[in-house]
């Protein structure tokens, strides 16, 4: 099955969706999901599925073993490295487009594309916010690299997923009465 988001690598990447899927939404807009350890790929599938919009869930190759990829989800296995996923959607994500993901300098560069990044428990990077997020990232990982020892974060709750539910919506919402940036550049070649 060929498809053009395995484009510009082939081999470095496999899709599994089914033959004839639309490949972007009508707005132009895509959800891309960094999937690997992801607790809410079920939420960000229907509510998209609710809206038109299509979601692209991108793993490592040891990750999501589901088959049947519904309707307008579009699974992608990357070879196994160090940011391999993290690459494959920075090279596609294009801007007004919506990342799922708890990385942050995944988020900021997403981010820096024009794209905005939620994260799993509902709270959205933005241009306002990524710059801090960023830096308080980037001080715990030197405090631990000095040997600094923190609490993980807490277990996933159900009070988690309410929260992220509801602002995708309101987001997927705000994507719905917003022409995309992507879709407004086309048109104006």
């Known amino acids: 099955m060929s498809n053009p988001l395995d484009g510009e690598t082939p081999g ?29 790929k079920d939420e960000v599938e ?25 309707a307008g989800v579009q699974i992608v296995r990357v070879a196994h490295g ?4 993290d690459e494959w959607i920075l090279e596609r994500c294009r801007p007004g487009d919506l990342l799922i993901t708890l990385d942050v300098p995944l988020a900021a560069a997403a981010v820096a594309r024009g794209a905005l ?11 306002a916010n990524v710059g801090h997020r ?16 923190f609490r993980g974060p807490r277990s996933f709750s159900r009070r988690d997923r309410q929260t992220f539910t509801a602002a995708l919506a309101r987001l997927l919402d705000r994507f719905a009465a917003e022409p995309s940036p992507a879709a407004a550049l086309e048109k104006d070649l």
């Open 46 to 70: 229907r509510l998209a599925a609710r809206r038109g919009l299509e979601v692209v869930h991108v793993c490592a190759l040891s990750g999501m073993d589901r088959r049947d990829a519904p």
């Open 134 to 149: 960023r830096a308080v990232r980037d001080l715990l990982m030197r405090l631990r690299d000095q040997g600094a020892r």
């Open 117 to 127: 990044a939620l994260d799993f428990r509902g709270r959205v990077f933005d241009e």
């Open 12 to 40: 470095a990447a496999r899709t599994e969706a089914r033959e004839g899927e639309p490949l972007a939404s009508a707005s132009g807009r895509r959800i891309w999901v960094d999937a690997d350890a992801c607790p809410v």
């Open 82 to 85: 160090p940011d391999a996923a």
